[in-house]
C-alpha cells in the first residue's frame, strides 16, 4: 500500500473510529447523566423534605411548649389562643391524665392525626400532624399532656413541591396499597409515576415510561409523612437519531478529507521528514525547498528558518558561555536570599542548562534512600516506553531513581561526577533517555569541601548513604557533542548553589517553627496565639459562625513544683498538652500562653460544643493521675479549671474575647476549682421586636445554642454544636 494509501487508511480509522465510540459513550453517558442528575435532584428533594416536614413538627413541639408552661387552665388557654392565632398551629387540645380533653381550640382538623415523634409510624391515611407534650405542675406531677395539630392538605403538599422544585404526592397510606391522597403531579402522568413508586424501594429511584424518575420517601420519625417524589428527565428526545446523522455526515466529511490531504501531503512530509533526521543528527545547515505557499510550503518555510535560526542561536550559545560563568557568583548570592526552593532549584537548572547549551535536565533531592526529581526541563518524550506515559503525565515528580541505580543514583552513592555517553543496554528504570550526560552531586554546606568526597562512607557498602543532599544532571548537548570538563566545573558551581539553597530553606523552616511552638509542650505558643485569634475571628465574623475560647489553668500548680519539683511540674505540663490535643478536633488549636495556663479555640462551636469540650478536658485530667519518674513510681493527681468565652456573644475582638475567657478563669477559680464557668454575656443595644412565627423555651442549664433564641436577639449566631 503507497503512503497516500496508508494516510487515508489512517486519517479514517483515527477520525471514524473515535466518531462512533464517541456517538455510543455520548449516547449511554447522556442517559447515566441524566439518571444521576435525576437522582440527585430527587435524593436532595427527600432531604429538604424531611427537613422541612421535621421542621413542622419542631414548631409545633415549640408550640406545646408554650402552652404547658403556662401557669394554669386559663393562662394555658389564652396562650392556646395565640398559638393559633399566629399560625403555629392549627389546633391546640389539652387532655387530662385519663386522656380526656379538658380544652380544645375550635376548628381542629380532622382525624386521624399523626404524631410527629412515634417512633414507627403507623400506615393509614393522615389528616394532621400533631406534636404532644407533658404537662406538670410546678412539683413535677403529671396533669396530662397538651397536643397541638397542623393539617396535612392540599396547600402543605403544594408549598413541600415549592420547596423542593420537584412534584410531590401524599400517599393515602393504606397498607399494602400506593393510593393518592394529595398530589400536585399532572393528572396525564399520574397513573406512570404511581406505578414507578410501586417498583422503588428504600432510596431507589424508577423510572416512568414517559420520562419521569420517581423516589419514595417513607415515614420515619420527625417526618410521618408517606410520599412520592419525581421529576421529568431532562435527555433530548431525539438524541440517538441526532447522533447517527452526526456519525454518517461526518464519515462523509472523512472520506473527502482523507483523500485530499493525502493527496496533498504526501510529497512535502517525506521532504520534511528527511530533513527532520538530518538536523536531528547534527546537521543544522539542512534546508527544505518550499513548493507551495499553503500551509505545507509555510512549514517547510518555518523549518527553515528554524534552522538558521537554531544555527546562530548554538554559536551564540557558545560564545556567551565564558561570560555567563563569570555572572555564576553573582546569581549565587542571589538565589541564596530567597527561601522559595522551587523557584531557586528552577533558576539553577535553567541557569546551568543555558550555560552549558544542554537540551534536558533535572534536579533531584535525596528522600529516604531514593532521589526525586524536584524540576526538570525537556524531558518530554525522554522516557522509556515501559514508565513514558506515567512519568511524562507527572512531570519532574516521574524522576524516581534508588540510590546506587542507574546514573544519578551511582552519583549520588559514591558521591563521584561523571559525565559521557549513556549506555541504552544499561539504562535504569526511571530515569529519561539520553545520549549524553553530565551529573554533580551537592552536599549541605559544612560537609566536604570537594563534592566528590563522601563523609567516611564506602561506596560498595550495601545499603550505604551518601553524603550528598542531591545530584544536578543535564542531558545531550546542543550539535550532539559530549560534554567536557568546562561543563563539569560549571555544573559544579551551580550545584554548590544548589546545596547552599537547600540547606538555607530548611534552616529556615526550622527557625519558623522553632518561633511558633512551645518547646516544652509542643503546643503553639502565646505568639501564634495572637495570630490565630485575630484569624480566627475574622473568619467567624465573615461567614456568621462562632467561635469558643477556652482559657484553662492547673490547679494548684505550685504546690506540685513545691512538693515534686520542676522537672515532675514539667513532666505534668507535657502530659497535660497530650490530653489536650487527644480531646480536641484537627480543626482546633491548643496553645500554651504561659507557665501552667493554657488556651483552646474552637472554631464553629458555640458554648454547649464548649461545655462538653471543658467537662472531657476536666475529666481526662482529674481522672488519671500523671506519673513522675521519682523512683517509687509516684502519681500526681492535678486538675483544671476552665473559663469559657463566645465570639459574638461575649465579645466583638479576639482581645476582648481571650479576656472575657480569663474573666471566666478566675469565676471558676472562685467556684471551687475543678470546674468551667462560662463568660458573662454582654448586653446587646436595645432593638425592635418583629413578630416571627416561631416559638421556643430557653433551655435548662441556661447556656445559648447556636442559632437559638435564648442568647440575644442578635443575627450572627450561627455556630455549630458538637
Request: glycine content about 12%.
Amino acid at each position: 500500500m503507497t503512503l497516500r494509501g496508508r494516510l487515508t487508511a489512517a486519517f479514517l480509522t483515527v477520525v471514524l473510529g473515535p466518531v462512533l465510540l464517541g456517538a455510543f459513550f455520548v449516547g449511554l453517558t447522556m442517559t447515566t447523566v441524566d439518571r444521576n442528575r435525576a437522582a440527585e435532584r430527587l435524593g436532595l428533594a427527600a432531604a429538604t423534605v424531611r427537613t422541612s416536614v421535621d421542621a413542622l413538627c419542631q414548631q409545633l413541639r415549640a408550640a406545646a411548649d408554650a402552652v404547658a408552661l403556662a401557669p394554669d387552665a386559663a393562662g394555658r388557654a389564652g396562650t392556646a389562643g395565640q398559638v393559633v392565632g399566629r399560625g403555629l398551629a392549627a389546633a391546640v387540645l389539652v387532655i387530662d391524665v385519663a386522656g380526656v380533653p379538658t380544652y380544645a381550640t375550635p376548628g381542629a382538623p380532622a382525624a386521624p392525626w399523626r404524631d410527629c415523634g412515634a417512633a414507627d409510624p403507623a400506615a393509614g391515611p393522615v389528616a394532621a400532624l400533631a406534636a404532644r407534650v407533658a404537662l406538670r405542675d410546678r412539683a413535677g406531677g403529671d396533669l396530662g399532656a397538651v397536643v397541638t395539630a397542623q393539617p396535612v392538605d392540599p396547600g402543605l403538599v403544594a408549598r413541600l413541591a415549592a420547596v423542593t422544585g420537584v412534584a410531590v404526592t401524599l400517599l393515602d397510606g393504606a397498607p399494602g396499597s400506593v393510593g393518592v391522597a394529595h398530589t400536585t403531579e399532572a393528572p396525564a402522568v399520574r397513573d406512570g409515576v404511581l406505578a414507578a413508586a410501586r417498583r422503588a424501594a428504600g432510596d431507589r429511584v424508577a423510572a416512568t415510561g414517559d420520562g419521569r424518575y420517581v423516589r419514595r420517601v417513607l415515614p420515619a420519625p420527625g417526618q410521618p409523612l408517606p410520599l412520592v417524589l419525581s421529576v421529568p428527565s431532562e435527555q433530548p428526545p431525539d438524541l440517538y437519531a441526532a447522533l447517527v446523522g452526526a456519525v454518517l455526515l461526518a464519515g462523509l466529511l472523512a472520506v473527502a478529507a482523507a483523500w485530499r490531504l493525502a493527496r496533498v501531503t504526501t510529497r512535502p512530509l517525506v521532504e520534511l521528514a528527511g530533513a527532520a533526521d538530518r538536523v536531528a543528527h547534527g546537521d543544522l545547515a539542512t534546508r527544505v525547498p518550499v513548493r507551495s505557499r499553503d500551509e505545507l510550503g509555510r512549514l517547510a518555510g518555518a523549518f527553515n528558518r528554524m534552522t538558521r535560526e537554531t544555527g546562530i542561536y548554538v554559536q551564540a550559545l557558545t560564545s556567551s558561555r565564558d561570560q555567563l560563568r563569570g555572572h555564576l557568583a553573582v546569581l549565587g548570592d542571589t538565589l541564596a536570599s530567597t527561601h522559595d526552593l522551587q523557584r531557586i532549584l528552577r533558576v539553577i537548572l535553567h541557569s546551568a542548562i543555558a550555560a552549558t547549551g544542554a537540551r534536558a535536565g533535572a534536579v533531584l533531592l535525596v528522600d529516604g534512600g531514593v532521589l526525586v526529581g524536584r524540576c526538570a526541563e525537556g524531558l518530554d518524550g525522554r522516557w522509556s516506553p515501559d514508565a513514558g506515559a506515567e512519568a511524562e503525565a507527572v512531570g519532574a515528580a516521574g524522576l524516581r531513581v534508588p540510590v546506587g541505580a542507574g546514573i544519578v543514583g551511582a552519583v549520588a552513592a559514591t558521591g563521584q561526577p561523571r559525565r559521557g555517553r549513556a549506555d541504552p543496554v544499561a539504562e535504569a528504570a526511571g530515569e529519561p533517555r539520553c545520549e549524553t550526560y553530565v551529573a554533580v552531586p551537592f552536599a549541605a554546606p559544612g560537609g566536604p569541601a570537594d563534592p566528590g568526597i563522601r563523609s567516611g562512607v564506602d561506596p560498595g557498602t550495601p545499603g550505604g548513604q551518601a553524603a550528598a543532599l542531591g545530584v544536578l544532571v543535564l542531558y545531550d548537548r546542543l550539535g550532539g557533542d559530549e560534554f567536557d570538563d568546562a561543563d563539569l566545573e560549571t555544573l559544579r558551581t551551580f550545584a554548590g548553589h544548589a546545596a547552599v539553597a537547600v540547606d538555607n530553606v530548611r534552616l529556615h523552616e526550622e527557625a519558623q517553627r522553632l518561633s511558633l511552638t512551645d518547646p516544652l509542650t509542643g503546643l503553639w505558643n502565646y505568639r501564634y496565639l495572637r495570630e490565630s485569634i485575630r484569624r480566627e475571628v475574622e473568619r467567624a465574623s465573615r461567614f456568621g459562625r462562632m467561635l469558643s475560647v477556652l482559657a484553662l489553668d492547673l490547679d494548684r500548680f505550685k504546690e506540685v513544683n513545691d512538693t515534686w519539683g520542676h522537672a515532675a511540674g514539667d513532666a505534668v505540663l507535657v502530659e497535660f498538652a497530650r490530653r489536650v490535643r487527644g480531646e480536641i478536633r484537627e480543626v482546633d488549636l491548643a496553645f500554651r500562653q504561659g507557665g501552667e495556663e493554657f488556651v483552646v479555640l474552637l472554631p464553629e462551636t458555640d458554648a454547649r460544643g464548649a461545655a462538653i469540650v471543658a467537662e472531657r478536658l476536666g475529666a481526662a485530667t482529674r481522672d488519671t493521675p500523671v506519673p513522675v519518674d521519682s523512683g517509687g513510681g509516684a502519681r500526681i493527681r492535678v486538675t483544671v479549671s476552665v473559663g469559657i468565652a463566645v465570639y459574638p456573644d461575649h465579645a466583638s475582638t479576639g482581645e476582648q474575647v481571650l479576656d472575657a475567657a480569663d474573666d471566666a478563669l478566675y469565676a471558676a477559680k472562685a467556684a471551687g476549682r475543678d470546674t468551667w464557668r462560662l463568660a458573662e454575656a454582654r448586653p446587646w443595644p436595645p432593638v425592635e421586636e418583629l413578630a416571627v412565627p416561631a416559638g421556643s423555651v430557653s433551655p435548662a442549664d441556661g447556656l445559648p445554642r447556636a442559632g437559638g433564641a435564648s442568647s440575644g436577639p442578635h443575627p450572627s449566631q450561627h455556630g455549630l454544636g458538637r
